[in-house]
């Protein structure tokens, strides 16, 4: 009878109507790590200290595929004097990267924060400045030529209304600092012809007049024949940020057509600073949103201009924001026992 039922109850025209095949969706593994799901790398800051804890390293190795040096790569740290340099900590961590095939993002070759005492205390004229300046980019990106497959070149030139900063020994020794940054560009391109140069700054996406400067800088860039190939925006957020703008302030950065990293992303919580916070599992969830909105909006862009999402540090544990903010401080996606959080969970949501 059943039979006889299906038969009367098929159309003619469109034959049996058997339930449809379900094609299965992509088989997605449950348990994928952030960098196994991301279509492009996934970086964290990082620094000798922290290599030396084993349940670090393992962390590091096994979510990320990226490393940034978060200090230890800048100027103030290799650039001893005017003929000497001090590599060891520099190669430590470019040894490290090697080692474990992770890839080597250079930061920064040119920050207002990072000059040597003994160079901005010379006050050298602009002949002599740059011509100092070019010797110290050539020698530590030929160094790593290689290895780091990317530099920040130059790191916060721009206010954010999109004026030159005053406090820059750059602002104060040439006329056009801009150009001087673009001749940097180059020089860094000769060093190492492969390597991807950014330009690197906080609330890019956020500041309309420094995103109009950055823009502006770039086609100037583009229109003298200044190497560039991507632009950082630090995504230093704090957890009450407006996304709408950031979303649409990272679109309108990505109009350059250049490569775009997320370059320090941390996510402050403890928006009051206040010494009674509690990291409860509302505020776990919150910020777990919050990454997973920001990982949602870098997928939006063609996926020929994502270069990266960097996290300023693995865990909690050892965050700069511990100092610069408050003790209370959760921003990062493992917290002090390299547990996952919630957060590390709403990231790996936020991937296509
Ligand atoms: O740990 C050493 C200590 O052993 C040593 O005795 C002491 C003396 O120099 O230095 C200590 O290291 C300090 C390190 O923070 C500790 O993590 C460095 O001095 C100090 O310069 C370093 O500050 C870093 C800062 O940049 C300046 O380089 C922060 O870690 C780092 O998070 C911060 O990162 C910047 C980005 O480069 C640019 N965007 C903003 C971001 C936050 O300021």
Redesign the pocket.
């Known amino acids: 009878m059943l039979l006889l039922t299906i038969l009367l109850s098929c159309d003619k025209e469109e034959g049996p109507t058997a339930p449809p095949i379900e094609t299965p969706e992509e088989e997605v593994p449950a348990d994928l790590t952030i960098k196994e799901k991301a279509k492009f790398n996934i970086g964290s800051?990082t620094?000798t200290?922290a290599l030396k804890e084993p349940a670090y390293t393992s962390t590091l190795k096994k979510h990320f595929n990226q490393v940034t040096a978060?200090?230890e790569m800048?100027m103030?740290?290799i650039w001893s004097s005017s003929t000497s340099y001090s590599w060891d900590k520099a190669d430590e961590l470019v040894n490290f990267a090697k080692e474990n095939n992770l890839e080597m993002h250079g930061?920064?070759l040119l920050?207002y924060?990072?000059f040597p005492g003994w160079f901005t205390s010379a006050n050298y004229d602009s002949v002599s400045f740059e011509n100092k300046v070019k010797t110290y980019i050539t020698a530590v990106v030929s160094r790593y030529k290689g290895t780091a497959i990317s530099w920040d070149v130059a790191?916060?030139i721009f206010n954010d209304n999109g004026s030159l900063r005053v406090d820059d020994a750059v602002y104060v020794t040439f006329k056009d600092p801009v150009a001087f940054y673009g001749r940097c560009f180059q020089y860094a391109r000769d060093a190492d012809p492969a390597a991807k140069l950014f330009y690197?700054d906080?609330r890019i996406a956020l500041s309309g007049g420094k995103r109009y400067a950055v823009k502006q800088m770039v086609e100037r860039f583009k229109r003298e024949g200044f190497p560039i190939d991507g632009i950082g925006d630090?995504f230093?957020t704090l957890v009450s940020s407006g996304l709408a703008s950031m979303k649409s302030g990272l679109k309108d950065l990505a109009t350059t057509g250049l490569l775009i990293h997320i370059?320090?992303l941390d996510i402050r919580v403890n928006v009051n600073k206040s010494d009674n916070y509690v990291f409860s599992t509302s505020e776990q969830q919150k910020q777990a949103d919050f990454y997973k909105a920001i990982v949602e909006m870098f997928e939006e862009l063609p996926q020929a201009q994502k270069f990266a999402i960097t996290t300023?540090?693995v865990t909690d544990k050892?965050?700069?924001l511990s100092?610069?903010w408050h003790p209370k401080e959760y921003p990062l996606l493992f917290d002090k026992n390299f547990q996952k959080k919630k957060a590390y969970d709403g990231f790996l949501e936020g991937l296509n």
């Open positions: 800051a620094t200290a978060e200090y800048k103030a740290h930061h920064t920050w924060k990072s790191n916060e690197n906080y630090q230093h370059s320090e300023w540090g050892n965050t700069w100092d610069w």
